[in-house]
């Protein structure tokens, strides 16, 4: 008789595009953890909508398509488009600097202009990040966040210059929106465009102590199960405080494409209109959106993060998809590579191949630590599974790399502008702003601790700051304490040379990951410079 068996593969059918989404987030779909909401649209029609996980531990509420939840900084080109319609109608120029709004900004923090800011091209240090320098995770009063930005005598970098992302710049665009708009920032958002695109379940809220109702808790990990996720600010605008829905989210995506509610063409134009930098290169960050591309496809993004929550909203014009992801503090839930997972699935007959990697195994001579006296920074090359990435300020991860010409390394643009890697024996010449800098190669040695720590102990204060700092020996650590009128941060740090150290956080819900450099004067230590890679040139002057 003729065999009539089929192999198992001839036999299994193809899955379907939902059963290929619901093994994507499989690992979600449980009962005692937190987890995320997922909505996709292909061609205006809604092909993938479930909540997966709980939206809340303490209460024992799952997850629905209908659960709200923070958005984060995918808030930002809703700001952007706000002061766009604000432009249109003559009471906003963005083109002109802030301080025309704003006259308390009359430092240097004043000069970036409102198109600048909200491309994170302004060059001015970000309150947010000053916070978690100076005070951690203490929440300080209303008003706070505009007098730590005009109080700036310094800044990261002449506007214009460079790119380094900035939530403190859309803070001041924000209130330059309302005083040019007549109503609070909030309400101008609900009734130009939440209303009007009918987004009902969308709202910003400034503070995670205000009860919103049918939002989802944002759980982070504690040491023994979960704990609550509260962002450190009460004055939150259009950095981030959106609270949404996939079904509203989906909705406004649609209208993304559409654009037929308001707005002129020039307005929406300009929405996604990249920026030239002054070495000639093309930005990636237009106004609150990323545009670039995907597997040879065209799309347009922006991820979001809060404490214990993130979100991703991708869309791909040319395609006729639309992906949001919103997630509470699902383990491990990398939002931005789900959802490029997803356009894998839906899409699987028009990507590309992936973007290469750059393989360890290449660059091996070159891991370590590189530091440059000019820029005070350290770039870390590092292995990663055996991929080469490009940490900052001695991260224990990196970022991405990806290969160019002539041997040259590149971190695209994102949330820092792209960084040009080029090696040149034992220098690394790293291409940032329209800048070049040599950097060499550093080796950990006790004898520059000792050395370092003879020369820096001591009392520290900083005017741009808005406090004071202290490096002491505690045991067998060398510790930095930095305070303000609020609260204090407490770090340790790592010697790396005679007048540079790193410093690392003391535990996992405080502290900050910075350069500590030492300031010289006729050979003597006066004061120190603290870099991150948000925050540069903070100087702290010896008492």
């Keep these: 008789m003729p065999d009539t068996k089929t192999t198992e593969t001839e036999a299994a059918p193809a899955k379907t595009v939902t059963e290929q989404l619901d093994a994507l987030f499989a690992p979600w779909n449980r009962t005692d953890e937190p987890g995320l909401v997922v909505g996709v649209v292909k061609d205006g029609a809604t092909i993938y909508r479930r909540g997966f996980g709980m939206a809340s531990l303490e209460t024992s509420v799952a997850n629905t398509p209908k659960t709200r939840m923070r958005i984060g900084s995918t808030s930002k080109h809703f700001t952007c488009l706000l002061a766009l319609l604000l432009a249109e109608e003559g009471k906003l120029d963005m083109d002109a600097p802030i301080r025309t709004y704003i006259p308390e900004m009359t430092g240097p923090g004043g000069d970036p202009t409102v198109r600048q800011l909200v491309q994170h091209r302004g060059g001015s240090r970000c309150y947010l990040d000053l916070a978690f320098v100076g005070q951690g995770m203490v929440v300080p009063p209303r008003g706070t966040a505009l007098e730590s930005l005009a109080r700036q005598s310094g800044r990261n970098f002449a506007p214009g210059a460079a790119m380094i992302y900035n939530n403190g710049g859309y803070h001041l665009v924000s209130i330059a929106i309302e005083r040019v708009g007549g109503a609070p920032f909030e309400a101008q958002l609900k009734a130009r465009l939440f209303d009007v695109v009918g987004m009902p379940d969308t709202a910003s809220i400034p503070s995670d102590h205000d009860i919103t109702p049918g939002i989802a808790t944002m759980h982070t990990p504690g040491r023994n199960g979960w704990r609550r996720g509260l962002f450190p600010s009460d004055e939150v605008k259009g950095e981030g405080a959106i609270v949404s829905t996939i079904d509203d989210m989906q909705r406004w995506m649609a209208h993304l494409r559409s ?131 490009l940490g900052m300020a001695k991260s224990a991860q990196g970022s991405p790399l990806e290969p160019a010409s002539g041997g040259r390394l590149v971190s695209p643009g994102g949330g820092i502008g792209e960084i040009v890697l080029e090696p040149k024996g034992d220098t690394l010449v790293v291409h940032f702003g329209g800048e070049s800098a040599d950097y060499r190669k550093l080796a950990e040695d006790a004898a520059d601790a000792d050395a370092f720590a003879m020369a820096a102990t001591g009392a520290y204060r900083s005017h741009d700051a808005g406090g004071t700092a202290s490096i002491e020996q505690q045991d067998d650590k060398l510790m930095l304490r930095v305070s303000n009128d609020h609260g204090a941060v407490r770090s340790v740090l790592t010697a790396l040379g005679p007048t540079l150290a790193v410093a690392k956080p003391r535990s996992s819900t405080t502290g900050f990951q910075a350069t500590i450099g030492l300031i010289l004067k006729d050979g003597e230590p006066v004061g120190f410079r603290l870099d991150t890679p948000r925050t540069r040139n903070l100087e702290f002057q010896k008492v």
């Excluded at 920026?275 to 040879?296: E, H, Q, T």
């Excluded at 028009?350 to 393989?359: F, I, K, L, S, W």
């Excluded at 360890?360 to 590189?370: A, I, N, Q, R």
């Design 259 to 389: 654009r037929d509610l308001f707005g002129s063409a020039a307005t929406w134009a300009a929405l996604t209109e990249l920026p030239r930098y002054a070495d000639g290169s093309l930005g990636v960050y237009a106004l609150g959106l990323i545009v670039g591309k995907y597997r040879g496809l065209n799309i347009v993004h922006h991820s979001g993060g809060v404490m214990g929550g993130t979100c991703q909203m991708l869309t791909l014009p040319d395609d006729g998809l639309d992906v949001i992801i919103m997630a509470n503090g699902g383990r491990d839930a990398n939002v931005g590579r789900l959802a490029e997972q997803v356009v894998d699935i839906v899409l699987a007959d028009r990507v590309g191949a992936e973007t290469p990697t750059v393989a360890t195994k290449d660059f091996k001579p070159m891991l370590g630590d590189w530091w440059s006296e000019k820029t005070g920074m350290v770039y870390s090359l590092l292995d990663e599974a055996g991929v080469l990435k």
